[in-house]
Protein backbone atom coordinates (compact mmCIF):
# COMPACT_ATOMS: atom_id res chain seq x y z
CA UNK A 1 0.00 0.00 0.00
CA UNK A 2 1.41 3.29 -0.27
CA UNK A 3 0.27 6.71 1.90
CA UNK A 4 0.92 10.13 1.31
CA UNK A 5 0.55 12.12 4.56
CA UNK A 6 0.94 15.73 4.45
CA UNK A 7 1.71 18.52 7.07
CA UNK A 8 2.33 21.75 8.29
CA UNK A 9 -0.87 23.37 7.38
CA UNK A 10 -2.55 26.25 9.68
CA UNK A 11 -3.40 29.73 10.58
CA UNK A 12 -1.40 32.51 9.49
CA UNK A 13 -1.84 36.36 9.13
CA UNK A 14 -1.97 37.87 5.75
CA UNK A 15 1.57 38.35 4.32
CA UNK A 16 2.81 35.45 6.80
CA UNK A 17 4.74 31.95 5.56
CA UNK A 18 3.93 28.65 5.94
CA UNK A 19 5.41 25.14 4.44
CA UNK A 20 3.88 22.41 4.05
CA UNK A 21 5.33 18.79 3.66
CA UNK A 22 3.88 15.72 2.33
CA UNK A 23 6.11 12.03 2.43
CA UNK A 24 5.31 9.02 0.64
CA UNK A 25 5.71 5.83 2.03
CA UNK A 26 4.62 2.15 1.50
CA UNK A 27 5.36 -0.03 -1.81
CA UNK A 28 7.11 2.49 -3.74
CA UNK A 29 10.03 1.66 -6.87
CA UNK A 30 9.73 5.18 -8.03
CA UNK A 31 8.11 8.64 -8.23
CA UNK A 32 7.72 10.59 -11.11
CA UNK A 33 5.48 13.83 -10.79
CA UNK A 34 4.83 15.22 -7.38
CA UNK A 35 2.57 18.20 -6.72
CA UNK A 36 0.21 19.80 -4.61
CA UNK A 37 -3.37 20.90 -5.21
CA UNK A 38 -5.76 22.99 -3.27
CA UNK A 39 -9.50 22.96 -3.17
CA UNK A 40 -11.54 25.89 -1.28
CA UNK A 41 -14.75 25.62 0.27
CA UNK A 42 -17.26 25.91 -2.67
CA UNK A 43 -14.48 25.73 -5.33
CA UNK A 44 -13.12 22.95 -8.04
CA UNK A 45 -10.06 20.95 -6.83
CA UNK A 46 -6.59 23.59 -8.89
CA UNK A 47 -3.51 22.55 -9.35
CA UNK A 48 -0.73 24.72 -7.16
CA UNK A 49 2.63 23.93 -8.48
CA UNK A 50 4.16 20.61 -9.91
CA UNK A 51 7.32 18.97 -9.48
CA UNK A 52 9.05 16.33 -11.84
CA UNK A 53 11.75 13.66 -11.42
CA UNK A 54 13.88 15.17 -13.78
CA UNK A 55 13.47 18.73 -11.80
CA UNK A 56 11.11 20.49 -13.84
CA UNK A 57 8.73 22.86 -11.99
CA UNK A 58 5.42 24.91 -12.74
CA UNK A 59 3.08 26.62 -10.54
CA UNK A 60 -0.25 27.88 -10.66
CA UNK A 61 -0.44 31.71 -12.16
CA UNK A 62 -1.87 33.19 -8.63
CA UNK A 63 1.20 31.66 -6.89
CA UNK A 64 4.00 32.44 -9.22
CA UNK A 65 6.98 34.35 -7.35
CA UNK A 66 5.51 33.46 -4.03
CA UNK A 67 5.28 29.92 -3.82
CA UNK A 68 7.87 27.45 -4.35
CA UNK A 69 8.29 23.42 -4.64
CA UNK A 70 10.85 21.42 -3.89
CA UNK A 71 11.45 17.59 -2.97
CA UNK A 72 13.57 15.29 -1.39
CA UNK A 73 13.64 12.14 -3.69
CA UNK A 74 16.12 10.31 -1.04
CA UNK A 75 12.78 10.69 1.67
CA UNK A 76 9.99 10.49 -0.84
CA UNK A 77 8.88 14.17 0.01
CA UNK A 78 7.77 17.29 -1.42
CA UNK A 79 7.32 20.60 -0.18
CA UNK A 80 5.29 23.54 -0.80
CA UNK A 81 6.94 26.69 1.03
CA UNK A 82 3.99 29.78 0.86
CA UNK A 83 5.00 33.45 1.37
CA UNK A 84 3.61 36.51 1.02
CA UNK A 85 0.32 34.13 1.85
CA UNK A 86 -3.08 36.12 1.46
CA UNK A 87 -6.76 35.50 2.12
CA UNK A 88 -7.28 34.24 -1.19
CA UNK A 89 -4.98 30.91 -0.61
CA UNK A 90 -7.38 29.66 2.06
CA UNK A 91 -8.06 25.85 0.86
CA UNK A 92 -7.32 22.57 2.03
CA UNK A 93 -4.20 21.73 0.38
CA UNK A 94 -3.64 18.16 -1.38
CA UNK A 95 -0.91 16.07 -2.05
CA UNK A 96 -0.17 14.15 -5.48
CA UNK A 97 2.12 12.18 -6.96
CA UNK A 98 2.28 9.60 -9.32
CA UNK A 99 4.13 5.70 -8.09
CA UNK A 100 5.41 2.59 -9.53
CA UNK A 101 5.18 0.12 -6.99
CA UNK A 102 7.26 -2.44 -8.73
CA UNK A 103 9.39 -2.39 -12.35
CA UNK A 104 6.68 -4.52 -14.00
CA UNK A 105 3.95 -1.94 -12.61
CA UNK A 106 1.88 0.77 -14.14
CA UNK A 107 2.04 4.23 -12.58
CA UNK A 108 -0.79 5.32 -10.44
CA UNK A 109 -2.06 8.46 -8.49
CA UNK A 110 -2.36 9.18 -5.20
CA UNK A 111 -3.33 11.62 -2.93
CA UNK A 112 -2.96 12.29 0.22
CA UNK A 113 -5.55 13.88 2.60
CA UNK A 114 -5.25 16.99 2.93
CA UNK A 115 -4.37 20.12 5.12
CA UNK A 116 -5.89 23.23 5.99
CA UNK A 117 -4.36 26.51 5.43
CA UNK A 118 -6.05 29.20 6.41
CA UNK A 119 -4.95 32.62 6.15
CA UNK A 120 -6.91 35.77 7.83
CA UNK A 121 -6.55 39.57 6.64
Known amino acids: QVQLVESGGGLVQAGGSLRLSCVAS????????MAWYRQARGNQRELVAT???????NYADSVKGRFTISRDNAKNTVYLQMNSLKPEDTAVYFC???????????????WGQGTQVTVSS
Open 96 to 110: NAIIKKGLLQGWYTY
Open 26 to 33: GSIFSIST
Open 51 to 57: STSGGST
